[in-house]
């Protein structure tokens, strides 16, 4: 599988490439590192901690806070839309609404209008798909490294979207309806992910697919331990709460998302080649 790189589209006009959506800015997505996997665990488990506590705390219902979280996230997309290079702490804001919001979802089919995980699961899983192809058969490319339309960049937040709500219902099947727990999942999908790991470096799985198989995992692996860390011991928990377990790991993120931007290590460097790149 080939990838075109941003350098061989052909530039648009000057005047309409402002509102092209194929119009080369530079890359909005970080590098992807190891603290990069740090951030994104965290950010899973803070979107499973804080949608528990705002469910409890908030006074808005499952149905209300789902529309609260929904609008700020649309905000925050909207000012990353309109920027025009990778921002470490709007991008990461992003993502840790984005998981709040799957949650929320998640949890609505579930509790309120009644639809199995096992249905729930499978179809995230299909739109996820879906989604991955249109993605490839529109821009001849899902590599990270040229997320640099709006386009291409519309694409990337659906997938991070159905990767989210996929990983989230996945996650509770395993742990809920399957009863394992919380600390076992976590060690099952955290041995998924060295699977993964031990693919890509050894026997060369393609590196974006590695990626997003990856991205959901993390998925999963955060709901449990933020179930683990938060839940009562007599549900098998370590009953920190949700509100202490979400402070901590806030904080975390933020030092992380700091750290990142002052060493310039969230920002990935586009590839510089005019032909086809893996």
């Known amino acids: 599988m080939t990838y075109e790189t941003s350098e061989s589209r052909v530039a648009p006009e000057d005047g309409q490439a402002r509102r092209s959506p194929h119009r080369p800015r530079g890359n909005k997505v970080p590098e992807v ?27 808005l219902g499952l149905t209300g806070v789902p529309v609260l979280m929904s609008a700020l996230l649309a905000v925050v997309l909207a000012v990353q839309f309109r920027l025009g290079a990778h921002r470490p702490g709007v991008y990461w804001s992003a993502v840790a609404l984005i998981s709040v919001v799957s949650t929320l979802i998640s949890d609505n089919l579930t509790d309120i209008m009644g639809v199995p995980l096992e249905t729930s699961t499978t179809v995230f899983a299909i739109v996820l798909a879906v989604v991955f192809v249109v993605w490839y058969r529109r821009e001849r490319t899902l590599s990270l490294r040229h997320i640099d339309t709006t386009s291409r960049e519309s694409f990337y937040w659906l997938a991070v979207m159905f990767t989210f709500a996929l990983g989230s219902a996945a996650g509770d099947l395993v742990s809920e309806r399957v009863g394992l727990g919380y600390w076992l999942p976590a060690v099952l999908f955290a041995a998924a992910i060295a699977a993964v790991a031990v693919a890509h470096f050894g026997l060369d799985l393609d590196a974006v697919w590695s990626f997003w198989i990856v991205f959901i995992l993390t998925r999963p692996l955060g709901v449990s331990l933020g179930g683990y860390l938060s839940q009562p011991t007599g549900d098998g928990g370590l009953g920190l709460g949700t509100v202490v377990t979400s402070v901590v790991f806030l904080a975390i993120i933020l ?20 032909g086809h790149a893996a």
Do not use: M, Q
């Not at 996997?37 to 469910?55: H, P, Q, R, S």
């Not at 030092?255 to 005019?274: C, I, K, N, W």
């Open 33 to 59: 590192t190891g603290s990069f996997w740090i951030v994104k665990v965290l950010c899973t488990t803070v979107g499973e901690t804080a949608a528990d506590l705002l469910n409890d705390k908030a006074g």
């Open 255 to 274: 030092g992380l998302v700091v750290h990142r931007s002052v060493t310039r290590r969230d920002v990935a460097e586009p590839e510089r080649t005019t």
